[in-house]
T-cell receptor, first 111, second 114 residues
Framework: GQNIDQPTEMTATEGAIVQINCTYQ??????LFWYQQHAGEAPTFLSY????GLEEKGRFSSFLSRSKGYSYLLLKELQMKDSASYLC????????????FGTGTKLQVIP | DSGVTQTPKHLITATGQRVTLRCSPR?????VYWYQQSLDQGLQFLIQ???????AKGNILERFSAQQFPDLHSELNLSSLELGDSALYFC?????????????FGSGTRLTVV
């Protein structure tokens, strides 16, 4: 099965940088997803990592270390609208079907 | 608009009742997934259908059932409802062999059992 661990909550200041960590255990690695979810809304896709290293997409970057079972999401130049939950997720052993989501990290951006 | 349509958006019903949630996947997507998200909890996988067939089952209660129809829309049936079934129910879809883009989620159905 899959197991995912993320911090429950984080607070950061507008304009700053924040790193949200995720550790996972899974049988048969098939990549790792990050999703953003505003309260009461649907999750939206942010990134997918399957190889080790850092992938940058504008203000958001995602890092993966398969040997350590570790990923992080880096958010730069924080904006108030970045206040949301950030979900780390891993697909099941059969592929990206049956993706298992972590409970998410609730990020609060303060002025 | 993500392309995944869920109806209704809100549903309030009494304990013991039965409800049906509906999902139309994004055009071209053959897989439909149902997730439950209770207050302050993570997304819990319920069930997956691919092209009309059940492919994977998660922690879905026996009181819950689902199906996917030939036009690929899916319905999640919840019966003998309990207060604890109050949650956001999300449907997501994907192309079977998609990669790098994960799921596309619908906006969800908020179910309140009173």
């Amino acid at each position: 099965g899959q197991n995912i661990d993320q911090p429950t909550e984080m607070t950061a200041t507008e304009g700053a940088i924040v790193q949200i960590n995720c550790t996972y255990q899974t049988s048969g690695f098939n990549g790792l997803f990050w999703y953003q979810q505003h309260a009461g809304e649907a999750p939206t896709f942010l990134s997918y990592n399957v190889l080790d290293g850092l992938e940058e997409k504008g203000r958001f970057s995602s890092f993966l270390s398969r040997s350590k079972g570790y990923s992080y999401l880096l958010l730069k130049e924080l904006q108030m609208k970045d206040s949301a939950s950030y979900l780390c997720a891993v697909p099941g052993s059969g592929g990206y079907q049956k993706v298992t989501f972590g409970t998410g990290t609730k990020l609060q951006v303060i002025p | 608009d993500s392309g995944v349509t869920q109806t209704p958006k809100h549903l309030i019903t009494a304990t013991g009742q039965r409800v049906t949630l509906r999902c139309s996947p994004r055009s071209g997507d053959l897989s439909v997934y149902w997730y439950q998200q209770s207050l302050d909890q993570g997304l819990q996988f319920l069930i997956q259908y691919y092209n009309g067939e059940e492919r994977a089952k998660g922690n879905i209660l026996e009181r819950f059932s689902a199906q996917q129809f030939p036009d690929l829309h899916s319905e999640l049936n919840l019966s003998s409802l309990e207060l604890g079934d109050s949650a956001l129910y999300f449907c997501a879809s994907s192309v079977q062999d998609s990669n790098n883009y994960g799921y596309t989620f619908g906006s969800g159905t908020r179910l309140t059992v009173v």
